[in-house]
């Protein structure tokens, strides 16, 4: 999502909200998202981008710099331990590290000690790690998981890239040999994304992105059809459309012009679009035009985008 924004004041934004999440995370004590949130960012091909992090005010931050702190490996999680140690109630642990602890349990001691008898030392250090592990399973928590996100959020991660990919796009946004941010030459040319993004293409498996997809039109129709009548008005859209930025306008996914949308407009609307999913989730959606004349409103039949050069318009292929 960082790399997917062009100019570093956007990237700076993207960084801006997960480090924001970061610190709702630590509220809610959910140290093992919190620690994948922190290794996300702390990327090479994230943490390399001087440029994009001279845009984060000094307050963000500090708080990124605490977040780090915090799930450092330094002295075996040492602030992490006590952090963690320090809280009550319900918590979700960093799962590699108490996971880390009985392996090292296990490597250090032997099953037997030399009078031939189980090692009780051993055993007793195994079991301090798993009852406290069991321990939390147990504890009881007032959280409720909201599906609909779920399913759209395990739409976009379907469309991933290599770390290649990722790399690269790090290294065209912000080359090795940039120029500082405060040097009077630095380039103001902006990125243009059709540029940094070619040849980077997902690789998304169509089984697992069809699944989500059909998920993703079952959890719509459940929250914004409203008169629970199978269809989406116009109005029932444009609550739609506020949360669902990728979008296209209400007249593309109404592909009979009937004014509604059914459920299977809305899947074949998602199964067409994917590629452009692709270009508006993520960079990696590239365009091949040919000169058309149209003489009405045309749509793009591969992504469903609206097609337009004042008079002259262009076919996507």
Not at 16 to 41: H, R
Not at 57 to 70: C, H, P
Not at 129 to 134: D, Q, R
Not at 142 to 163: A, F, G, K, Q, V
Request: aromatic residues 8%; contains cysteine; hydrophobic residues 40%.
């Amino acid at each position: 999502m960082v790399l997917s924004k062009p100019s570093p004041q956007q990237r700076a934004e993207v960084i801006t909200k997960f480090i924001n999440v970061a610190k709702k995370l630590l509220q809610l004590k959910n140290f093992n998202t919190l620690m994948a949130v922190v290794g996300g960012l702390s990327h090479s091909s994230i943490s390399r981008l001087k440029e994009t992090h001279s845009h984060l005010s000094s307050e963000v931050t500090k708080n990124w710099n605490e977040m780090t702190e915090l799930v450092s490996s330094n002295g075996n999680y040492c602030n992490y331990r006590k952090a963690f140690a320090d809280c009550a109630g319900f918590k979700i642990p960093i799962l590699g590290v108490h996971l880390k602890d009985l392996i090292a349990v296990h490597v250090i001691f032997p099953d037997w000690t030399e009078e031939n008898k189980v090692n009780i030392v051993k055993m007793h250090q195994l079991s301090v790690t798993l009852s406290e592990l069991v321990s939390l399973q147990n504890a009881s928590h007032h959280l409720e998981p909201n599906m609909d996100l779920i399913n759209l959020l395990t739409l976009s991660l379907d469309l991933y890239h290599t770390e290649d990919d990722i790399y690269k796009l790090s290294l065209v946004l912000e080359p090795r040999n940039s120029k500082s941010p405060t040097s009077p030459t630095t380039p103001t040319k902006p990125v243009v994304p059709l540029e940094w993004a070619s040849g980077v293409m997902p690789k998304p498996d169509p089984t697992v992105i069809n699944k989500h997809i059909r998920k993703l039109v079952e959890s719509v129709f459940r929250n914004y059809d409203y008169d629970h009548d199978g269809y989406i008005s116009q109005e029932d859209f444009e609550s739609i459309a506020a949360n669902f930025p990728f979008l296209d306008s209400f007249c593309v996914l109404d592909k009979d012009q009937d004014g509604l949308i059914s459920k299977d407009e809305m899947m074949a609307y998602f199964l067409r679009a994917k590629s452009q999913l692709h270009c508006k989730m993520g960079p990696g959606f590239i365009h091949n035009f040919q000169e058309m004349t149209y003489l009405k409103p045309t749509f793009c039949e591969h992504c469903a985008g609206f097609v337009s050069r004042s008079s002259l318009l262009f076919s996507c292929l």
